[in-house]
């Protein structure tokens, strides 16, 4: 079978790779049909993730069919449709047994630590697979599952409320879906983005209020919307760090601050301010149990889904498929690897 690796950072080859075969009773054995690329398989690829390990099979975002199970294997049968859960953990360390095993300090990663989804099959326990309808969802829609339950998780770890103010920095793929999310926990969403292609999509992914702050500016704007209150909850999911330290000026009293850019430089935050407001700032990474509830949402999206989903390419085409995705003006939103072919 074939299977995109990176056999160092900056060189990635589509490799004959072995078929796995399951060798234990709790094991299934899915076909990959599609999977997206992600910013971090960008930084896999580069060597700008200081987790990778190489030579690696990169990718996370899969949705794919069964075509065998082990023999202990009761509720699945070939022909399901099924995701995959990109993390493992341990199950004993600090994290794990205070219910974040995203964090684990052994966690494993598909496409970084361990190998990932760009390649025909995979042998995965039966665990690592959330089934969905395929009547409901194609594999190409359900593959926009992963990237969903990162916005499940942000907006969970952020406590978004029915009636909170959210504030989201930022309108790529990640950026649109916590919005969404936000939306659906019966927030009040405001989207900032200095990209106006970008930003013309955020209404479509439930925020009432858009704003460019390269035109307008974003502090007063949200001060006459809060009536001088502030904002509740705001994620920064542009990759500008230096938001998060502004942030805190923009927060209302108890509000959350959500960073989920990965930026390298610290970034200073002024504690009078977070204590005087009894400010939270919550880190957010990967998702933990969010599938199940992602596989209920997304049958109910496929419009916006439609729209995340800007290009997709046969495997054999992933050169094409990642230089789209390293020119920042190709306006590529999610880009989907189909193995349909
Ligand atoms: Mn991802």
Redesign the pocket.
């Given at each position: 079978m074939k299977a995109i690796t990176v056999t160092k950072p900056g060189t990635m080859e589509l490799l004959e790779a072995e078929k796995p075969e399951i060798t234990s009773p709790d094991q299934v054995l899915v076909k990959i049909h599609a999977t997206?690329i992600?910013?971090?398989?960008l930084h896999v690829y580069h060597g700008s993730n200081p987790y990778a390990l190489y030579p690696r099979v990169i990718g996370?975002?899969a949705a794919g069919e069964i075509v065998a199970i082990g023999s202990g294997v009761a509720d699945l049968v070939p022909g399901d449709g099924v995701v995959l859960e990109?993390v493992t953990y341990c199950g004993q360390c600090y994290a794990c047994r205070t219910g974040h095993h995203n964090v684990c300090r052994n966690l494993r990663v598909l496409g970084c630590i361990a190998d990932g989804t760009f390649r025909e099959y995979m042998v995965v326990p039966r665990s690592q697979v959330y089934p969905f309808d395929r009547k409901k969802l194609t594999y190409i829609e359900a593959s926009l599952c992963?990237?969903y339950t990162?916005g499940a998780q942000a907006t969970w770890r952020g406590q978004v409320k029915p009636g909170d103010m959210v504030l989201v920095h930022g309108a790529g793929p990640i950026g649109l879906i916590v919005a969404d999310m936000a939306k659906d926990k019966g927030a009040t969403v405001i989207v900032s983005e200095p990209d106006e292609a970008r930003l013309a999509m955020a209404k479509d992914f439930g925020a009432d209020h858009s704003i460019n702050p390269a035109k307008d500016n974003l502090d007063d704007f949200l001060h006459e919307l809060t009536d001088g209150e502030g904002v509740n909850v705001i994620f920064e999911a542009a990759g500008v760090p230096a938001l998060t330290a502004h942030g805190v000026r923009l927060l209302s009293p108890a509000g959350r601050l959500v960073p989920l850019s990965f930026g390298k430089e610290p970034v200073p935050i002024n504690f009078k301010e977070v204590n005087a407001k009894e400010l939270t700032i919550l880190g957010t990474r990967h998702q933990f149990q969010k599938f199940p509830q992602v596989i209920q949402l997304l049958p109910e999206r496929l419009d916006r889904i439609h729209r995340l989903i800007t290009h997709r390419f046969p495997f054999s085409q992933y050169e094409k498929a990642f230089a789209l995705l390293e020119n920042h003006n190709s306006g590529a939103g999610k880009v989907i690897l189909t193995l349909d072919e």
């Open positions: 997206g992600c910013g971090s398989d996370h975002e990109p992963e990237p990162i």
